[in-house]
């Protein structure tokens, strides 16, 4: 069973060029409320109003973020699959968005993806991730961005000050 730490955030954070790992995932992410003992999850950069061809221009964005499906349910035998809010309410194993477990548990009021989130196409990217080379071994990201990415991400979240120099007033 994954062991529940409070104050992780997701296991992959996933952006237009870059992936970087949070949350081990032998770690509980605090990011699915009462789902958090029992998930994978991974955080697009994204606003969960994006229509569907916002979603689509982000294209790289879905590409990486499947690859690291893909890795989750080869591993750790997920099928792939979108679970409807009733699937997700009945325990079904499968991939979901925060929409289809808050509106599946009444657990919470997150809602991305999305009503819009292109979820043919992302499936259809993680069934065929095959054994396709993670982000780990073949993106342009350096450790120290890396880093500052993860810090970054920390400040927004926890709504702490930002420190860029391009911050306007706070």
Known sequence: EIQAKR??????????DSVVAHCP???ASWSLRGGNN???NLC???????????????????????????QWCRHYQIP??????????AGERGIIGHRDYTLGTGDGTHVDPGEYYPWDVFLALVANAGDAGTHRGDDDMTPEQAKQLATIYHEVTQRLPSRSQYAGPQ
């Open 25 to 27: 995932d032998s770690q």
């Open 38 to 40: 029992q998930s994978l």
């Open 80 to 89: 792939i699959r979108h679970l409807t809010p009733a699937q997700v309410e």
């Open 44 to 70: 697009f950069t994204a606003w969960a109003r994006w229509m569907r061809g916002e979603w689509l221009a982000h294209y790289g964005m879905l590409a990486r973020g499947a690859v690291e499906v893909a």
């Open 7 to 16: 104050y992780k955030s997701y296991h992959r954070i996933v952006d237009d």
